[in-house]
């Protein structure tokens, strides 16, 4: 009698390993009617790949009661994606399209689509191994005029970087600069969520800092500590 031992590894990153890969695993979209983008998805390996989506919505993102909850109901279905489930062939590839259905947002909402392999047919009489790797992608569905807003607060004796905005931006490169002393790096990065805020743990007294923010373009940015 055959077994099948089956592996699922959940990524966020790498999206070209074998048995499937993706062309973005980070989408942008806006509130407007016609708002839509696809992920193609491939399959590179010689065996068919079956594949199911799954639509996860994420409550109070980058906050501490960050909370991801798997969408069944259809009537709380505000993204879509299509399709729902897809064979790949060897070689072939697959456009899925994701298209939000909410309107007039007053802030961002935030997905994670889960692309999900399932066991095909394993014909063997030995036990088989067969690794599955799922893939999720990072959905965000922004208000049309949408804009991040990042301030250098004090709480507590602590300077934090906030983002006072309405939609996410990437924060990287940041550095300390204090007139002639001049400038050095700061172990400081990560995604900001609207609301959500980093710590400052090193000390720091006047100047300002310089870093560069990553939304839907880049840009360089300084920061007064007043």
């Not at 969408?71 to 279905?77: A, G």
């Not at 990065?189 to 980093?198: E, F, H, I, P, T």
């Amino acid at each position: 009698m055959s077994r099948i031992i089956v592996a699922f590894l959940l990524l966020l990153a790498q999206p070209a390993l074998a048995g499937m890969s993706l062309d973005k695993i980070i989408v942008y979209l806006d509130d407007s009617p016609n708002a839509r983008d696809d992920i193609l998805v491939s399959n590179p390996d010689e065996e068919t790949l079956y594949l199911q989506t799954e639509i996860y919505r994420v409550d109070n993102p980058g906050l501490p009661d960050e909370k991801r909850v798997r969408v069944v109901d259809p009537k709380e279905f505000k993204l879509l994606v299509s399709p729902a489930r897809a064979v790949l062939t060897s070689g072939e590839q697959r456009r899925f399209r994701l298209m939000p259905l909410e309107r007039n947002l007053d802030k961002e909402k935030v997905y994670r689509v889960t692309f999900k392999p399932v066991v095909g047919d394993i014909k063997t009489d030995k036990t088989a191994l067969k690794i599955l790797v799922a893939y999720q992608a990072l959905v965000f569905v922004q208000p049309k005029e949408g804009t991040y807003n990042l301030q250098l607060e004090k709480e507590g004796g602590q300077w934090l970087l906030k983002n006072t905005g309405n939609i996410n931006v990437e924060v990287s490169d940041v550095q300390y600069c204090q007139g002639e002393a001049g400038c050095r790096p700061l172990e400081l990065s990560g995604r900001l969520y609207a609301g959500a805020s980093l710590p400052i743990k090193e000390e720091i007294i006047g100047g300002h800092l310089e870093l560069l923010a990553r939304g839907r373009e880049t840009e360089k940015l300084q920061l007064p500590l007043l």
